[in-house]
């Protein structure tokens, strides 16, 4: 996916949408394009259904944040769901830092003392790893995303909403690439000197996910 994608430059453009289309796309998160109210003219930008579910979720952001290009920053890598949510995570409570609570966790097995238990927060990223998008873009991804990001954007936690495009055109791949890749940002977060995880991703995954796209865009056609 490049910046000539149809659906990426809309993205872009998002800025320059009247607040009206704005709050009629907010409302839609989660619903199909078909019910949702005031805007199926989307189906003239794409016909995917997670395309549709990604702009929803990136008018999350308020109508000042977008109409300043907030929604499409890039974060280097960074602002990935997984990365936002250890993020929060660590803003929240310092204790609920994924990033030492596992260790501690790891830690305390090693002594043969019972681990600390995982915190709900960190329950509720685990339960959307294993969520399943629906292909008319609903389901229990969708439902959960919507009250995650609505979080984020509330605590002005970064997302990159362009990387979220990506992921979600491929959450279905059966190597579930993008899964490992949220897991990975959230478990073990990237020092500043690593190398991302997102840059392992093989030639083979890639592959798998156009090989989606292309699938999908054919049964939007029919």
């Not at 549709?52 to 109508?63: E, G, P």
């Not at 990223?125 to 439902?143: I, K, N, P, W």
């Not at 997102?198 to 054919?218: M, P, V, W």
Request: hydrophobic share 30%.
């Amino acid at each position: 996916m490049s910046k000539e994608d149809p659906f990426i430059r809309y993205l872009y453009s998002l800025r320059y949408e009247d607040t009206g289309t704005l709050a009629a796309l907010r409302r839609a998160c989660g619903q199909r394009l078909a019910e949702s109210r005031n805007c199926q003219w989307f189906a003239s930008v794409s016909r995917r259904p997670d395309d549709f579910l990604t702009v929803t979720l990136a008018a999350q952001y308020s109508t000042a944040q977008i109409q300043k290009g907030k929604h499409h920053i890039t974060y280097e890598r960074r602002g990935s769901i997984g990365a936002a949510w250890a993020r929060y995570c660590h803003e929240r409570d310092r204790e609920q830092d994924p990033a030492t609570f596992y260790l501690r966790r790891q830690e305390a097995l090693a002594k043969g003392q019972d681990p600390p238990r995982p915190p709900s927060i960190h329950e509720r990223f685990r339960t959307l790893l294993d969520a399943e998008l629906e292909l008319d873009g609903t389901g229990e991804l969708a439902y959960r995303l919507r009250g995650l990001v609505r979080m984020l954007v509330s605590e002005d936690i970064p997302i990159d909403v362009i990387q979220l495009a990506h992921d979600l055109r491929g959450w279905r791949a059966e190597s579930r690439y993008v899964q490992e890749c949220w897991a990975n940002a959230f478990y073990r977060p990237r020092s500043k000197d690593s190398s991302s995880v997102a840059e392992t991703f093989d030639g083979q995954k890639q592959k798998e996910e156009l090989e989606i796209q292309d699938q999908e865009e054919d049964e939007h056609a029919d």
